[in-house]
């Protein structure tokens, strides 16, 4: 795994919950893998020995941040990605460079981010605050948990989609390439 990939799973692990309408399909890519790999114990360990630049006592890049999120609960771990993600958006929305007439559309899109956001940021706060606490849920425990941060996470997104489309209607071609594509050199 190159070290731009990397890079990009860890910022895009925690977009806030509509930023893949702000962020490129890749970044959206990236940061699926990322959410699913708590559930996966054990799999960054073995990428990042198998894979990746070595060094953190054998283990690759990938496989110590793997082993860092999990010393963390999973409310701490579920905020951290909220904040990359708010991350991802502040970064593409300052590289887009807005005019005085498009800034308004991106207020209007952020505000539907923010309280899309808050929703998820609540459901984070009903996470165990303690890290091993999750091993004590069943699996319809993590499934019904799963579910509810999807279920958030598409209703963000379905309501970001008008704001977001007026919003990108009014970029120019230079801007909507930035959008669609923020990690690109």
């Known amino acids: 795994m190159n070290r731009s ?5 860890a ?3 925690g977009m806030a919950i509509a930023a893949p309408a702000v962020v490129s399909a890749a970044a959206e890519d990236h940061a699926q893998i990322a959410q699913a790999e708590p ?3 054990g799999m960054g360990g073995m990428r990042g020995m198998m894979g990746g630049r070595e060094g953190m ?4 890049h990938h496989g110590w941040m793997h082993e860092m999120m999990q010393r963390r609960s999973p409310r701490e771990r579920c905020e951290e990605r909220l904040a990359h993600r708010a991350g991802i958006i502040a970064y ?11 800034k308004p559309l991106w207020d209007k899109l952020n505000g539907v981010i923010q309280t899309a956001g808050d929703k998820e940021r609540q459901l984070c706060a009903n996470l165990p605050a303690q890290a091993g606490q999750q091993g004590q849920a069943t699996i319809l425990d993590r499934m019904s948990r799963r579910e509810q941060f999807l ?5 963000g997104l ?6 977001l489309e007026a919003l990108y209607q009014a970029l120019t071609p230079e801007q909507k390439a930035i959008i669609d594509h923020p990690f690109r050199r």
């Open 158 to 163: 379905q309501q970001a989609r008008p704001a």
């Open 151 to 155: 279920s958030a996470r598409l209703q």
């Open 11 to 13: 910022l895009a692990a």
């Open 57 to 60: 006592g054998g283990m690759g």
């Open 5 to 9: 990939m990397i890079a990009g799973i």
């Open 92 to 102: 593409t929305v300052s590289k887009l460079n807005l005019t005085a007439e498009q």
């Open 39 to 41: 559930e996966q114990h």
